[in-house]
Nanobody, 124 residues
Framework: QVQLVESGGGFVQAGGSLKLSCAAA????????MGWFRQAPGKERDFVAA????????NYVESVKGRFTISRDNAKNMVYLQMNSLKPEDTAVYYC?????????????????WGQGTQVTVSS
């Protein structure tokens, strides 16, 4: 069974850090571009970051550049999102996504596999 399971969300004060993890199962992980998206209450699900198969290619939404880092461990079937200098506007449910490609995809419609999400809340 193909599945993605996120973990690591929580409550943090502004300026703090969190590291999200996404465990993949049931797929040839090394063949997939992985992405992180987030959805705040009442808003659409937005792209945050993506990483290609090898991990040497990454892409970020402008608002998180310099603060967030996406990485992956193909031996462990894991993808991570290190989030530093968190702001209240980073509050959202964060989702992990996968697509069998080497392209750094940035839209919801381009990803076929999704996790259930993990809540991140940043207080001011």
């Amino acid at each position: 069974q193909v599945q993605l399971v996120e973990s690591g969300g929580g409550f943090v004060q502004a300026g703090g850090s969190l590291k999200l993890s996404c465990a993949a199962a049931g797929l040839s992980f090394g063949w997939y571009t992985m992405g992180w998206f987030r959805q705040a209450p009442g808003k659409e699900r937005d792209f945050v970051a993506a990483i290609n198969r090898s991990g040497r290619g990454t892409n970020y939404v402008e608002s998180v550049k310099g603060r967030f880092t996406i990485s992956r461990d193909n031996a462990k079937n894991m993808v991570y999102l290190q989030m530093n200098s968190l702001k209240p506007e980073d509050t959202a449910v964060y989702y992990c996504a996968a697509r069998n490609t080497d392209v750094l995809l940035t839209t919801n419609q381009e990803y076929y596999i999704w996790g259930q999400g993990t809540q991140v809340t940043v207080s001011s």
